[in-house]
Nanobody
Framework: QVQLVESGGGLVQAGGSLRLSCAASGRAFSSYAMGWLRQAPGTERELVAAISRSFGNTYYTDSVKGRFTISRDNAKNTVYLQMNNPKPEDTALYYC?????????????????????WGQGTQVTVSS
């Protein structure tokens, strides 16, 4: 059973930077592809970024490409989301999510339906 705890959210000015962290419990963390989801009020949850369990392959939704970076440290059971140059439209509740299927090590899970468990979320608010 994987438990996910997000941290690092808060209020940031547009053009600033923020790093989100997600600490996972359980020895199987390195076996799973991971992702960051977000949901703003009145909108559907969307996949922002994803990373494979090995090899560092990544995916980004178009709106964050070139600004956000997902990474993971399997030794620390942690996945990160570095948010550079955030915009007011990035304001949302950000969730760390796990795809608990045993997929190929370099495979990135790019579909929302592939994530079957996520944490409680951390709020990010970007002021203009």
């Amino acid at each position: 059973q994987v438990q996910l705890v997000e941290s690092g959210g808060g209020l940031v000015q547009a053009g600033g930077s923020l790093r989100l962290s997600c600490a996972a419990s359980g020895r199987a963390f390195s076996s799973y592809a991971m992702g960051w989801l977000r949901q703003a009020p009145g909108t559907e949850r969307e996949l922002v970024a994803a990373i494979s369990r090995s090899f560092g392959n990544t995916y980004y939704t178009d709106s964050v490409k070139g600004r956000f970076t997902i990474s993971r440290d399997n030794a620390k059971n942690t996945v990160y989301l570095q948010m550079n140059n955030p915009k007011p439209e990035d304001t949302a509740l950000y969730y760390c999510a796990v795809d608990r299927r045993l997929v190929n090590p370099g495979r990135v899970s790019t579909g929302m339906e592939e994530y079957d468990y996520w944490g409680q979320g951390t709020q990010v608010t970007v002021s203009s």
